[in-house]
């Protein structure tokens, strides 16, 4: 084991973690060292709560893809972590064949319940079955990304759930995978919630969810037993909001997301640096969960991180061991060999924290830089008004097909960023066209700017306007009463996701908008909670702080994406009101990704 610094895990990740080193890897014994088979999606679910030297503390020395042509190695044992698919089971089956065997014996992990059809698939197979050493379902279908946010990995639902007219055998199908994700994310928290729904969609989901999730119920110890009351899980749909998909969101990591996805590929960021000889160099640098820099600041408005950065190394150089012995070694001082050797041995330490700072200063500079170039501020300032519906004075705001012509008529942007341009265009058009609630000839008479396919255009802001712009019956967020949302004027948007779950918390949460499914809670079935205001939003704090919490979970659901905004607003919630809420959805959702769903959406 090394010295350097180990990540904390949330109880949410660290359930997945555990799933996967301890109750797998630890649990099959062999001589030697460890291969593990994965299919594409447990390769995700394992990726996003687990490094490679986890892995490797565990023993696991090859990690092959089912998919692919393997190398033979009979005399080990293998294991399988996959998903329960007829293709797995078949691929499985050929590993065994007797004339070609690969491996000595199989360990076999599913993702999730294994369906009796396809049990007695395997089982009919003796030559398989006298080789299995364990067979086993881990029921971790989802990935856990962040200590309260997870995602089933499913891309194509907005286009199959918000389709019309509805194909209810590709509905069901979608509807069902995504009900198996969730009973085990359920599972992992021990929790069997009680369940609201929002709209028809919600309810048929929810319905196919009970479903999944009473599978679970003969289980030992489920639902946990626990003294914070039972969690409400509150199932929403895209179009509960479809105005925070289109806004350009200025927190540090919505920006990373938005304006730098091109540059990150897989959760690396290629970073170019100088070192502490002053030369220059390149190398890919992970953002994740392991970074607590990033987790710390990732919330932070743009225009705060980088001061926050800046201060924070200048006080790390002035006050770190290492630094400080080098410096003064370098300006002539008396140094001691044994000090300067306590400073040698502190070097990686040292090195591997000014990277972080280093990656995280390059990565807010560039979103400057494109958040200038772009004319972003301005694009900002005309989407805030639009989505609020006032401007930054609470007033009516003026003139905005004049400001919206300006800005589609802009060509000052630089051409290496042209196609940036067109989606920012395309993103303010439909945003235009939700607020209206109509294309009207205006709206028409702009197309062409786009420089998109005028009936591209024209299918996009036809669907946004028939989505909608949200539920009715909930009340407008703490923040807009006060009227000081932020002090920050183009992030004056307060995402309905956080409205709702902010009345959700309260006790507040109409039943006639938002029903129970299945049941409801009884008398006095409700634990009274204190809601603990916030003075300021939590990007405007230097630290963040631990939160403890209280009071049952809140677990929120929305079908067709989940922005980085209500990640952030979820965040700001539990900060405020002592709560822990899990928020998940099929897909994590950027912008650009919505606008193309709504490209191809098929709505008549």
Known sequence: MDNKQQPVFSEFRNNVRQRILKDMLQSVRTKGWKLLILDKRASKILSAACRMFDLMEEGVSVVEDIEKRRQPFPQLDAIYFVTPTLENINRIKEDFDPSNLRYAHAHIFFTSQLPNDLFSNLSSASHVVKKIKTLKESNVEYLAVEDHVFHLDMPDTFRIAFKQPTVDRDLDAELKAM???????????GEFPLIRSSSPLTARFAALFIAELSKYQNLPDFPAKTERG??????????????????????????????????????????????????????????????????NIRHFHISTTLEFLQKRIQ??????????????????????????????RAMPTFQETLTKYSLHQNLT??????????????????EQDLANGEDAEGNSPQNLLGRLTSLMNDTSVPSKYSEDQRVDKLRLLCLYAASQGSVDSSVRALISQTGINQATVEKALKNIVSLGTG?????????????????????????????????????????TAFPYVGDAPGEGGKKEVKSLKKAQPAWAKKEKQETVLSGPRAIVFVIGGVTFSEIRAMGELMEAQHREIIIGSNILLRPSDFVDNLKVLERN
Not at 179 to 189: E, F, H
Not at 328 to 338: F, H, L, M, P, T
């Open 179 to 189: 009900a198996v994700g969730l009973a085990t994310v359920c599972l992992s928290l």
């Open 230 to 295: 039972a969690a409400t899980l509150i199932v929403l749909d895209r179009t509960v909001d479809t105005v925070a998909p289109l806004l350009h969101e200025f927190t540090y990591q919505a920006m990373v997301e938005d304006l730098l996805h091109d540059r990150i590929k897989n959760g690396q960021y290629q970073l170019k640096y100088v070192d502490n000889t002053g030369k220059s160099k390149t190398k890919d640098v992970l953002i994740d969960e392991n970074d607590t820099l990033w987790t």
């Open 315 to 344: 006080e790390f150089q002035k006050t770190n061991k290492a630094a400080s012995l080098l410096q003064a070694n370098q300006a002539g001082e008396d140094v001691s060999i044994k000090q300067l050797g306590e400073a040698i």
């Open 365 to 382: 500079k560039k979103c400057y830089s494109r958040f200038s170039k772009r004319n972003l501020k301005n694009y900002g300032l005309l």
């Open 471 to 511: 539920v009715q019956g909930i009340k407008k967020s703490k923040e807009k009463q006060k009227g000081k949302s932020t002090t920050f004027i183009i992030s004056r948007y307060v995402p309905k996701v956080k409205e709702i779950v902010e009345e959700l918390l309260e006790d507040g949460l109409s039943t």
